[in-house]
């Protein structure tokens, strides 16, 4: 923290009206409490970013609490009939199926209340793509800011995939960039057992990161703070953290839960939310989908934008349907001199290329030369892109589609909105190759 002092204040207590003191001198310090990290998170987290929609979405009330269980499951995939009745799956036919509408596991246990997590020192949150693990660990987060539960801790969410550098100490390190005014309260709560960290998306680091993660947590943990950590199901790397974590799955929407979100999410306008509620569950491929949140939120904000909007049959469709959105918007406000059919196939490009290196967070540098070996696909071709690489990432930024992330470390950082966005866009440029099972034995090496 180079010459920066830390001066606690009486009783060398951050809790209640206690304050800390940081600056080159005591004299010279400036005053922060417990309280204003808390608020400091409130206003980090309330509101949820959601891909150029006109309004904003408070956590608070759209928040619907989702429905998980122990991992005490059956292993039974089920899927829905006709009527929107659970039915066992043919597993034969659960593959081709995917896109309308992954089968979740059904639970032998009752469904538990969500601060049911937070009893236990140490849980794994599993789910499937866009189940709701990350709003559900930033929910859990504003509980314990409001005094809900957890009295006394401070919460802390950290994107894993943000941290810049894996290394002994990463944690502490992203959290002393990242909070650098309050990061003597937590260094206090800390060594005090007093924090609860929420670390969002350990499916997202590489396998040899995971290691170090978990190295960090064994560290972090020995102070007695609580630990909860959320993974994709099917890529959760059960050998690397130790046993003693407990295990909760998200299980998606019910039916009761579904209404109520689309209530919510058209709060002023109630027959029209009933009538999106009977046009989503009378269609057997989006009563499916619809039981994902985000799946769910993405229909919402097609609706939003176009009240007359055909459910789509497949979910790889709704992310698709979602980025056309952002890009007719973005050409309302912010034109640029490229096709639609260009503006998609440098859109693809980007997720493919990525997805190639395996990475979801990159760099300027790695994004403006993705950018340079796209406009070079299209000189060969004898077509000349003269807009640079500047101008055509601020577009896709301002679009939605990309967004900033860990500026405050030097050098841009840059990730899609959802992985699951840059997931479907590699799959569409997959798909519009002349031999796709081809290109993909020689590219991927599949």
């Not at 799956?89 to 049911?116: C, F, K, Q, V």
């Not at 003693?244 to 998200?250: A, K, L, N, Q, S």
Request: glycine share 6%.
């Amino acid at each position: 923290m180079g010459n920066m002092q830390i001066h606690f204040g009486e009783g060398d207590n951050v809790f209640g009206n206690k304050y800390v003191y940081i600056g080159t001198s005591a004299e010279e310090s400036e005053e922060v409490s417990y309280e204003d990290f808390l608020v400091n998170l409130k206003n980090e987290f309330l509101n949820l970013p959601m891909m150029g929609i006109s309004k904003i979405l408070n956590i608070e009330k759209i928040f619907i609490p989702l429905s998980i269980s122990p991992e005490n499951l059956s292993g039974e995939k089920m899927t829905f009939d006709t009527k929107g009745f659970t039915v066992d799956a043919d597993i034969t036919e659960l593959y081709t199926n995917r896109d309308r509408g992954t089968p979740y596991r059904l639970a032998m246990n009752d469904h538990i209340p969500l601060h049911s997590i937070l009893t236990y020192q140490k849980a794994v949150v599993l789910g499937e793509p866009g189940s709701g693990k990350t709003t559900l660990f930033k929910h859990l987060l504003l509980d314990i800011c409001n005094g809900y539960v957890c009295s006394g801790c401070i919460p802390i969410f950290v994107k894993l995939v943000d941290i810049p550098s894996f290394e002994l100490g990463c944690i502490s390190m992203f959290l002393q960039k990242k909070y650098k005014l309050y990061i003597c309260i937590i260094e206090h709560a800390l060594k005090s057992g007093n924090v609860v960290f929420f670390l969002d998306g350990f499916d997202e680091i590489h396998k040899d990161k995971q290691v170090i993660i978990a190295n960090e947590i064994s560290r972090i943990a020995a102070y007695k703070n609580r630990i909860y950590i959320s993974c994709r199901s099917s890529v959760f790397p059960r050998s690397v953290l130790s046993s003693d974590f407990i295990i909760f799955e998200c299980m998606g929407f019910d039916l009761v839960q579904r209404k109520r979100f689309i209530r919510n999410w058209f709060p002023n306008e109630p027959e029209f939310s009933i009538r999106i509620c009977k046009e989503i569950f009378e269609n057997i491929s989006t009563f499916g989908l619809s039981r994902n949140p985000l799946l769910l939120s993405l229909i919402m904000l097609q609706f939003e934008e176009n009240p007359q909007f055909n459910l789509p049959q497949k979910r790889i469709d709704i992310y698709l349907g979602a980025v056309n959105v952002l890009l007719k918007k973005q050409e309302i406000s912010c034109s640029i001199d490229i096709c639609e059919e260009q503006k998609w196939d440098l859109l693809e490009w980007i997720a493919f290329s990525m997805s190639d290196k395996e990475v979801e967070v990159f760099s300027y540098r790695e994004l403006s030369k993705v950018i340079g070996q796209w406009k070079k696909k299209y000189l060969d071709l004898g077509e000349k892109i003269s807009i640079t690489q500047r101008i055509l990432i601020e577009w896709i930024c301002k679009s939605g589609v990309l967004f900033t992330v860990t500026s405050e470390y030097g050098e841009g950082q840059y990730r899609f909105l959802h992985l699951t966005f840059q997931e479907a866009l590699t799959a569409r440029y997959i798909v519009n190759q002349k031999d796709p099972v081809q290109y993909v034995n020689k590219n991927i090496g599949i």
